[in-house]
């Protein structure tokens, strides 16, 4: 059983869509580059019109990533826990994440770089506190270790606490000790790196 296009308006509120009528009646909504190729008294079957729908889901899909990748670099399993949280079908997120891996959109290690890179401009953290976030987001586990690689966990260690040092000079060293260790510790560094670097601030502080 086919339905014939008996309208075919642009939207008031998004110029970039179109609103399909069939037989007289609002069927769906299509992407405008998708209705140019539509007429008025074009017959459409089932199965056409689930083709186009299901182009115009992928598409919606893949701008609505886009617009989530323009704030800031995510990770795969960031964008595609996103897109079904925005309703979309398994079957157009898969198609849309697809698409976006191809056009290098979406690429984990290169998101990997960029979250270490942020966090050493802004919060430095050791290999332990980058490792578990990276996990969070979905990076897999050779990605992380191959990105950890580029690692300095000292210099990063030091960049973490130099500015804390002014606000504990006062205390004594068990104290002062006290404060660095578990605060290099819940940034993720390894034991030996937070000794050096609470040796190393006790002495700066101290100088």
Same mark, same amino acid.
Request: proline residues 1%; charged residues 35%.
């Given at each position: 059983?086919?339905?014939?296009?008996?309208?075919?308006?642009?939207?008031?509120?998004?110029?970039?869509?179109?609103?399909?009528?069939?037989?007289?009646?609002?069927?769906?909504?299509?992407? *405008?580059?998708? %209705?140019?190729?539509?007429?008025?008294g074009q017959e459409l079957s089932q199965a056409e019109i689930e083709q186009l729908q299901?182009?115009d889901d992928v598409l919606r899909a893949y701008q609505n990533a886009l617009r989530l @990748?323009?704030?800031? +670099?995510?990770?795969? *399993?960031?964008?595609?826990?996103?897109?079904?949280?925005?309703?979309?079908?398994? #079957?157009?997120?898969?198609?849309?994440?697809?698409?976006?891996? %191809?056009?290098?959109?979406?690429?984990?290690?290169?998101?990997?770089?960029?979250?270490?890179?942020?966090?050493?401009?802004?919060? +430095?953290?050791?290999?332990?506190?980058?490792?578990?976030? @990276?996990?969070?987001?979905?990076?897999?586990?050779?990605?992380? #270790?191959?990105?950890?690689?580029?690692?300095?966990?000292?210099?990063?260690?030091? %960049?973490?606490?130099?500015?804390?040092?002014?606000?504990?000079?006062?205390?004594?060293? %068990?104290?002062?000790?006290?404060?660095?260790?578990?605060?290099?510790?819940?940034?993720?560094?390894?034991?030996?790196?937070?000794?050096?670097?609470?040796?190393?601030?006790?002495?700066?502080?101290?100088?």
């Amino acid at each position: 059983m086919t339905k014939t296009i008996t309208a075919l308006s642009v939207q008031k509120r998004n110029k970039e869509r179109v609103s399909v009528f069939l037989d007289g009646d609002y069927a769906f909504s299509l992407s *405008l580059n998708a %209705a140019l190729a539509l007429k008025r008294g074009q017959e459409l079957s089932q199965a056409e019109i689930e083709q186009l729908q299901g182009e115009d889901d992928v598409l919606r899909a893949y701008q609505n990533a886009l617009r989530l @990748l323009g704030y800031r +670099p995510r990770s795969r *399993l960031e964008v595609e826990r996103h897109l079904h949280q925005k309703g979309y079908e398994a #079957e157009a997120i898969e198609a849309a994440m697809a698409r976006l891996v %191809a056009n290098r959109y979406i690429d984990d290690e290169a998101f990997a770089r960029s979250w270490l890179n942020h966090r050493e401009r802004l919060r +430095p953290r050791g290999a332990r506190g980058l490792s578990h976030e @990276l996990r969070q987001k979905g990076v897999e586990r050779e990605i992380i #270790e191959e990105v950890l690689t580029e690692l300095d966990e000292e210099t990063s260690a030091w %960049a973490a606490i130099e500015g804390k040092i002014h606000r504990w000079r006062g205390l004594d060293q %068990a104290a002062f000790r006290k404060k660095a260790m578990g605060f290099l510790s819940r940034r993720g560094f390894d034991y030996d790196t937070v000794r050096k670097t609470c040796d190393r601030a006790w002495e700066a502080m101290d100088s």
